[in-house]
């Protein structure tokens, strides 16, 4: 995953103002578009809401009303005078008389109420004693709801479905007389009588409805009304109590309330609002599909978005040029910049403003101008330096090697003055004569050495791919004779394989084995050699156990005749590390000392691969 930090540092200056813009122009955008979605959406949502829920009142004081009609319809059939007498007369004495007159009483009535289908009269034990449909008569009752409950009270929600598949209703209630139970009166009638079946549903849009239900003895709830969607739905569409997302079951829980996010029987989104009739148990609700209620909204937010691309795309086009108009100048004085490091000092930036920018060009330009002197000057300078320094090392060179001459001279007449005059001369002289010899020949190595430092520079080394293992096993069979001499034990680990002048590392190792062997106590010289890659580059080390060096001297010691001892102490030039750093140099590398006088001296030395 790309870390956002180390996008915005390589993104270019453009870049990052046009995504500035575009942010600030997006969330703008977003913010006010969300606000006024959200504000309109629950204003919407607020007026349907109250809409629906006037519909309900209306709805359900509609339906209180029909009830109060149908129970006084119902009284006025069963406290029929004639019917009452004959029935009484009828338990007495079963005379056919009686029931035609009970018949004729029922007849009588039927027409004055137009929306009922038939009047039946139901004896105490649960059969149709008569009825203005004949087919009912002797048809047993006995354990019909409307039967049942119609003994106990006036009932009027038996609900059924016809001979004619239509929706019908029985109306039921006890007859009495002189606090005599005779029977039960039974009304079927149709249930738009009472509920809003067939209704018109104006007001409701295309997916708004009424809908109604009542509870069934498991307790979940029946549909006592066609459904918009779904004509058959009654008396078979049943739904659980346990589904608190539908409204009618909100209803039938008695919660007259507003609910803004339901879902109906179709399974849709719905706003309703919800009724309960406690007197008949009923529940009804008003709703409406939320895909027609917000269907304006949408269509809005279609049209909000297709404008919120085109001001994002112009927006993109705007913030490309602002940003354009911006870092043109930046992007010049960049590219001059980079032609000016790259070393083409003549170079300059155009000026096109008096603004911060255009006065940092001009510094700019200024500086390229002091650039060219400075440049100039250094060059000479340097010219001169390389003149003057190769002829410092030729004089160098020369000198060291022309000492060499008369020194060669003072041995050999010294040595021949010791081999003629051998008899002649008393000790002391021979001691002079031998003190001559020892410090000229000290003096050759000291210029030896010192022409070795000063062939370091002159000479040009091949670089080529070296085992270092290999140059160590040189290195030791060189100075075999002095680890024997020492007994000392020289352990190393695998070199690595390297690009390396082999003369130069072959001295470089030699030099810091030899100073190691040099540089001992009493004990048993110990010297380990080891390497590690690390950050691009190899490390190694070389660590004795000797007599180690003071801190206040670790930086001293790689300076050229830097000694820390006498020369009768310990034999030497001060050459030996010098020598080393300047190969460790041209390797590209660092060389650094640790010591402690009770552990030892590790030397240390980079190489780049
Ligand atoms: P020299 O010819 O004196 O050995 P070098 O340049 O090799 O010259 O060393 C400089 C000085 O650093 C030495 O005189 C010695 O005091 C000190 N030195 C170098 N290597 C070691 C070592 N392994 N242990 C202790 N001292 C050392």
Redesign the pocket.
């Known amino acids: 995953m790309i870390d956002i930090n180390t996008l915005i540092i390589v993104m270019k200056i453009k870049t990052k103002v046009a995504l500035i813009l575009l942010l600030l122009s997006f969330s703008l955008i977003t913010i006010m578009t969300s606000v006024f979605y959200f504000n309109t959406k629950s204003a919407i949502t607020e007026i349907v809401l109250n809409n629906l829920d006037s519909i309900a009142t209306i709805q359900k004081s509609h339906i209180l009303n029909n009830i109060d009609n149908t129970f006084e319809k119902l009284n006025l059939i069963k406290n029929r005078i004639i019917l009452k007498n004959n029935l009484e007369k009828y338990y007495i004495n079963s005379k056919s008389e009686y029931l035609t007159n009970i018949s004729k009483s029922l007849n009588d009535a039927l027409p004055s109420i137009k929306s009922f289908k038939s009047i039946s009269v139901i004896d105490k034990k649960g059969i149709i004693l008569m009825s203005t449909e004949k087919r009912l008569i002797n048809e047993n009752f006995s354990q019909h709801e409307a039967f049942i409950n119609g003994l106990k009270k006036d009932t009027i929600d038996t609900f059924f479905i016809d001979k004619f598949n239509n929706p019908s209703i029985y109306f039921s209630g006890v007859i009495i007389k002189n606090k005599q139970i005779l029977g039960v009166a039974l009304i079927e009638s149709y249930p738009s009588q009472i509920l809003p079946i067939n209704h018109e549903f104006t007001g409701l849009g295309k997916t708004g409805e009424v809908t109604s239900g009542k509870r069934m003895k498991d307790g979940n709830i029946l549909a006592i009304s066609p459904l918009r969607f779904m004509p058959n739905s009654f008396l078979k569409l049943v739904i659980p109590i346990k589904e608190t997302k539908r409204p009618i079951v909100q209803a039938m829980k008695g919660n007259e309330s507003i609910f803004p996010d339901m879902i109906n029987y179709r399974e849709k989104k719905i706003l309703a609002v919800t009724r309960y009739l406690p007197i008949v148990d009923w529940g009804i609700t008003v709703n409406i599909d939320q895909d027609e209620v917000f269907e304006p909204l949408y269509k809005l937010q279609r049209i909000v978005l297709t404008i919120i691309l085109m001001i994002l795309f112009f927006t993109i086009l705007i913030a490309l040029y602002v940003s354009h108009l911006f870092t043109r100048p930046i992007i010049n004085l960049t590219n001059t910049a980079i032609k000016i490091s790259n070393g083409d000092l003549s170079e300059r930036i155009e000026i096109n403003s008096k603004d911060e920018i255009g006065v940092m060009a001009s510094s700019f330009n200024k500086m390229a101008e002091s650039l060219i002197y400075a440049n100039n000057d250094l060059l000479q300078k340097n010219e001169s330096l390389k003149i003057q320094k190769s002829e410092l090392e030729r004089f160098t060179y020369i000198s060291s090697h022309d000492l060499q001459e008369p020194l060669r001279s003072i041995t050999s007449f010294t040595e021949l003055l010791e081999k003629n005059y051998k008899n002649n001369l008393d000790n002391q002289s021979k001691e002079y004569i031998n003190l001559i010899i020892k410090s000229s020949k000290r003096m050759k190595d000291q210029i030896n050495d010192f022409l070795d430092y000063v062939k370091i520079n002159n000479k040009t080394y091949q670089y080529q791919k070296t085992d270092l293992n290999t140059i160590f096993k040189d290195v030791l069979n060189d100075i075999s004779h002095l680890i024997k001499e020492n007994n000392s034990v020289i352990n190393t680990t695998s070199l690595p394989t390297l690009t390396v002048s082999p003369d130069l590392i072959f001295q470089l190792f030699k030099?810091?084995i030899f100073?190691?062997l040099?540089?001992r106590t009493s004990q048993q010289p110990i010297v380990n050699i080891s390497s590690e890659y690390k950050d691009n580059q190899w490390y190694f080390k070389v660590s004795?156990n000797?007599?180690?060096?003071e801190e206040k001297?670790h930086s001293k010691?790689?300076e050229i005749f830097?000694?820390?001892?006498s020369r009768e102490k310990?034999?030497?030039?001060?050459?030996?590390?010098?020598?080393?750093k300047k190969i460790v140099e041209l390797h590209s590398g660092k060389i650094w000392v640790e010591?402690n006088a009770e552990i030892?001296?590790s030397?240390y030395f980079t190489i780049h691969t």
């Open positions: 030099n810091l100073n190691s040099k540089y004795d000797g007599i180690g060096i001297y010691i790689f830097q000694r820390l001892h310990y034999e030497g030039s001060g050459i030996g590390l010098a020598t080393c010591s030892g001296t030397f």
